[in-house]
Every structure is written in structure tokens, then in C-alpha cells.
Nanobody, 123 residues
Framework: QVQLVESGGASVQSGGSLRLSCETS????????MGWFRQTPGKEREGVAS???????TYADSVKGRFAISQEPDGSTLYLQMNNLQPEDTAMYYC?????????????????WGQGTQVTVPS
């Protein structure tokens, strides 16, 4: 049973940086592709970044060049480094995992989800 717990969300000024973490368990011996998603009230969940088993990364156009997804070599923790944050980045951020080689930015393939961590960038 895969369990995901996010942390690191906060309120940060425009132009600032944050690093989100997602502690994972239950997947140490089975490779999972992983992803970060975000959602604001009244809007659909948006894929932000994904990391395939072979190390391929995919980013939403809105975060390219500002966000970076990475993972500890043992798969224990997933990260999302967020730089030059803007008010439109304000959202609840979720990590997700799937026992697949490739996942992408659509939420359909992901059966495992964390509870979310709030990121706020005041305008």
C-alpha cells in the first residue's frame, strides 16, 4: 500500500522560492512514476510536473524554467523546487504515484494521492 505525505507549503512573497516534499512509503521495491498536481477552488486539478521511472521529466508550460521535480535515489522522497513564485501559483499542491513506467500530467493514471499542502503567493 503506497502512502504519500506532502509538506513544505507556506505563504511566500512574489518572486520567492519554496521546496515541497512528498514522503513516500510502500513503494521501495517497486518502481513508481510520480507527479505533482495543484488545484484551486472551483478549478480542475492541473498537472504541474511528472517524473518517469527512467528519469524523464515533464512540466506544464506555466511552470517550465521555474519548477523542478526530483526524487531521492531510493524513492523515499519526491521534491518540487519552485522558484520565482507568482500569485497564479497559489493552490493546494498534491503529489501522486502510479506503479507504471510513465505517467505524464494527466491525473487519470495515478491511483495514489497525498493529502495536499497549501502554497500561497499574495498578489
Amino acid at each position: 500500500q503506497v502512502q504519500l505525505v506532502e509538506s513544505g507549503g507556506a505563504s511566500v512573497q512574489s518572486g520567492g522560492s519554496l521546496r515541497l516534499s512528498c514522503e513516500t512509503s510502500g513503494n521501495r521495491y517497486t518502481k513508481h512514476c510520480m507527479g505533482w498536481f495543484r488545484q484551486t477552488p472551483g478549478k480542475e486539478r492541473e498537472g504541474v510536473a511528472s517524473l518517469d521511472v527512467d528519469g524523464t521529466t515533464t512540466y506544464a508550460d506555466s511552470v517550465k524554467g521555474r519548477f523542478a521535480i526530483s526524487q531521492e535515489p531510493d524513492g523515499s522522497t519526491l521534491y518540487l523546487q519552485m522558484n520565482n513564485l507568482q500569485p497564479e501559483d497559489t493552490a493546494m499542491y498534491y503529489c501522486a504515484g502510479a506503479r507504471l513506467d510513465r505517467c505524464g500530467l494527466s491525473d487519470g493514471p495515478y491511483p495514489h494521492w497525498g493529502q495536499g499542502t497549501q502554497v500561497t503567493v499574495p498578489s
